[in-house]
């Protein structure tokens, strides 16, 4: 119970009378989050959602949390994807199956920050890999960049520029001819030399897409994603259109075909073959998507979606069952995405997922950890110490720093991180989507700051003198719970202000991004970070 006084504090707090934050009594145990739960997906490792459910069946997503506009490459009895990385380096994190369920990362193929990176595309030709990516280095302009390895592990070269300018989402295929192409968004393509590394003929429109009914809820028409595939005797070009947020039922997955990789192309008359039609669904603005083999010979369809009441998250990557019809074109028929699905047949199972927990005794820089829009000597900013890993401030506090950033994939969940503060600085814990949108708390030698609405709130300032804290993060599907603890999590402190952040997305705030854990290091020396650790909650009942 909080005594009357303390009662009358706070109102006054909130009313912005008095600075001090209002906290209640110290607390020796994690509180109790959302009741009794059930859950929905398999606990894997730290308790998060896992899609394999173990039955011989799957739930979507097969990747939960940011894992946009899925390019994915079948190599033997191997599969490789990866996904939009945007404004996170090191990037394009490339990820291995042997059952399309279950994946596990590689590591990161780019270092070098190329500014926003969107919708890539994989594949392999003549034994070589390559990744076609979209970029816009120094917000000059976007282009197209290649990257190739001999090994899908790498090393992978420096980025090549095709000065293919103002396009993204490449889809590159083989024509019957036997030349390489490029599609991009439009949809055009263009021709390129032998070697894959650069252009060889000029950019021209390709095929003129299905239109949906006018009267259809869609963001815009938007034609985009082209990925191809020759399948028998047609080329097959399955193309993204009406949007990738704004309403749920906006983007949709459309097909065509040809003979020619130089056309005509004829319409589905499945078209759309995906589509969300209702705002009372799972997974909202579902697109984007590519074809690809099961290990028994089936086939699937791989492509993102947001989840319902989770748009926070970002676009999460699906995987839905399709079958070829007798005509010679194809259905999706997942059918309820929200119900488990029979796994593809004949894989074997995998490794699934990564703890997210570090005692930073190893570099995991590009596998899970990345700075968000990093300038080029950024990591210039990080030691590995025998303590922990160090990292030097920068700007004067989250609102112009650069963040250390963390993919999140599931509703709810705890986090915690321990910050020791050398010289002025200032560290702390964030849910940071960019420097326009995040929440956080930190700390300073000689107080606590509280960050809402991507800027501090003053009124909530506290004099506290702190040189080691320990800092933990309850998210319950989407409000935001701190606490804090000054004796290495024995006891804690409840933050006075509880945060939602349901709203923190692309629709908002632009970008397709999502929102991540961050941590900051701003001030005047530098902040050493100690055992990370991430539990999932599991869902409620």
Known sequence: MVDSSRRNTFKLLLAGAVSAPFVMNPV???????????????????????????????????????????????????????????????????????????WAPIGPAVTKSLGPIWALDLCKHNGR??????????????????????RIEGPWSDPVDLKI?????????VGEDGRRYLFVNGIRKIRLADDGLATDGSLEPAYKPWRYPDDWVVENFAPEGPKLLRHGEWFYLITAVGGTAGPPTGHMVIAARSRSIHGPWEHCPHNPLVRTTSADEPWWSRGHASLVEGPAGDWWMVYHG?????????????????????????????????????????????????????????????????????APDEMQRVIYEAKGLRIAAKGHSPIDSTPLTCIVGDRSYIAEIT??????????????????AFVGIGFT????????????????????????????????????TFHYSHDGGRTWVLHGLRMEVSGIHHNVFGGFLSLKLGIYSAGEGSILLRDFSYRALGEPS
Not at 28 to 36: L, Y
Not at 323 to 333: I, L, N, P, Q, V
Request: glycine residues 12%.
């Open 28 to 102: 020796k145990a994690a509180p109790c989050i959302g009741g009794n739960r059930r859950p929905l997906w398999k606990p894997g490792i730290e308790g998060q959602r896992k899609a394999d459910l173990g039955d011989g069946t799957y739930l979507n997503p097969i990747m939960a949390g940011d894992h946009p506009d899925p390019t994915i490459l079948k190599d033997g009895d191997n599969y490789y994807m990866t996904f939009s990385s945007f404004y996170a380096y090191p990037a394009v994190i490339l990820w291995h199956s042997t059952d399309l369920v279950n």
């Open 129 to 150: 890999y390559f990744i076609y990516i979209p970029a816009n280095p120094g917000d000059k302009g976007w282009s197209i960049f290649a990257i190739w390895a001999d």
């Open 165 to 173: 300018p103002d396009c993204i989402d490449p889809g590159h295929v």
């Open 306 to 374: 947001y989840e319902n009441g989770f748009r926070a998250l970002g676009r999460q990557t699906l995987l839905e069952p399709m079958e070829w019809t007798s005509d010679g074109w194809f259905r999706a028929k997942g059918g309820d995405l929200s119900r488990p699905l029979p796994k593809p047949k004949g894989g074997k199972g995998g490794p699934s997922g990564h703890a997210l927990s570090d005692d930073f005794s190893t570099n995991k820089f590009g596998v899970q950890w990345c700075f968000h829009d990093p």
């Open 419 to 436: 910050i020791d503060l050398t010289g002025k600085a200032e560290g702390g814990l964030l849910l940071f989507y960019n420097h326009k």
């Open 445 to 480: 030698p000689d107080g606590m700051r509280t960050y809402e609405y991507a800027e501090e709130q003053p009124w909530m300032r506290a004099a506290i003198p702190t040189s080691s804290v320990r800092l933990r993060l309850t998210n319950d599907d989407n409000v935001i």
